[in-house]
C-alpha cells in the first residue's frame, strides 16, 4: 500500500508496531515506536502529548535525511500494554 | 477530462524501494491518513472482522469520538478509549490549529483485516491509491492496528 501511494507520486510515511515485518516491506519511509503493540501506534489512551511526540516525529521524517527501505526505531518509554499476551 | 480510473498495478521488485521527495515545509503540509485498523464513522457500515476487502472514508471533519472500529486482530485497550491511538485525526487537527502542519485532506481512509491478498494487490489498494491521489495530499501518513 505504501509503495504503491509512493509510485503515484504522493510522500508517505507509516508509523508501525511491527518493525521486522515493515523492514521486509522495504518501506519508503518508516517510524517504529520501540516495543509498542498493535492498537497502541501512537501510544497510549488519551496521552495527547505523547501519541503527538510520535506523529511529529513520523511527519519529520519527510523532511529528514531519505533512509529508504529502513524503519526508524525509537524509544517512547514503556510499552502502553506491558502484560504479555494482550494482542 | 474524464477520470481514466486507477491505473494497472506495476510490477516491481522488491528490491526497489519506491521514494518520492516532500518538497515544501511541513508547515504547509496537508495530510491523508490512511489506516488498516478497521476504522470507520459509527454510523458507516460495519467492516466483516472475518475479512474485507473494501474500505471506508472518513471525513476530514471526523473527530475520534465520532469515529468506530470492527476488528478482532489487535489489542482494544487503547481505542476502546481513544481512536487517536491508531487514527490520530484529532492530534492532526490540533497541530494544524497551531500552523505546525497546513491541514488535513476532506477525505481519510481505511481499511479492514484481510487476508485475500490477491484480491487487494490487484483491485482494492490500486482503487483506494487512486482516490488518495484524488485528495492531492502533500503526504499520506499509514498507520496499521
Known amino acids: 500500500m505504501q509503495r504503491s501511494i509512493e509510485l503515484v507520486g504522493i510522500p508517505t510515511v507509516v508509523v508501525t508496531v511491527e518493525p521486522e515485518e515493515t ?11 520501540r516495543g509498542f503493540v498493535a492498537g497502541h501506534s501512537l501510544g497510549r489512551p488519551g496521552d495527547a ?39 | 477530462m474524464a477520470d481514466p480510473g486507477p491505473p494497472k498495478p506495476l510490477e516491481l521488485s522488491r528490491y526497489c524501494v519506491p521514494f518520492t521527495p516532500f518538497r515544501g515545509k511541513l508547515e ?18 460495519p467492516f466483516d472482522t472475518e475479512g474485507d476487502v473494501t474500505w471506508r472514508v472518513i471525513s476530514g471533519e471526523a473527530g475520534a469520538k465520532d469515529l468506530r472500529y470492527d476488528d478482532t ?7 476502546d478509549r481513544d481512536m ?19 491541514g488535513l485532506t476532506a477525505r481519510h481512509f481505511s481499511l479492514g483485516y484481510s487476508q485475500a491478498l490477491r484480491e487487494l494487490r490487484e483491485r482494492t489498494i490500486p482503487a483506494l491509491v487512486h482516490e488518495v491521489d484524488r485528495e492531492r495530499p502533500g503526504a499520506v501518513l499509514l498507520t496499521g492496528g
Not at chain 2, 73 to 79: E, G, P, T
Request: charged share 25%; hydrophobic share 40%.
Open chain 2, 73 to 79: 486482530h489487535y489489542d482494544h485497550a487503547c481505542v
Open chain 2, 84 to 102: 487517536n491511538c491508531v487514527f490520530p485525526i484529532d492530534r492532526l487537527r490540533e497541530l494544524a490549529v497551531e500552523g505546525r502542519i497546513a
Open chain 1, 23 to 33: 523492514r521486509q516491506a522495504r518501506p519508503p519511509r518508516a517510524l517504529s515506536p
Open chain 2, 28 to 45: 504547509e503540509l496537508s495530510v491523508c491518513l490512511v489506516s488498516t485498523a478497521a476504522v470507520r464513522a459509527k454510523d458507516d457500515t
Open chain 1, 49 to 87: 502529548a505523547l501519541q503527538r511526540r510520535i506523529l511529529m516525529d513520523a511527519l519529520g521524517l519527510l523532511v529528514s535525511e531519505p533512509r529508504p527501505g529502513e524503519v526508524i526505531e525509537r524509544d517512547y518509554g514503556p510499552s502502553p500494554v506491558t502484560a504479555p499476551g494482550t494482542r
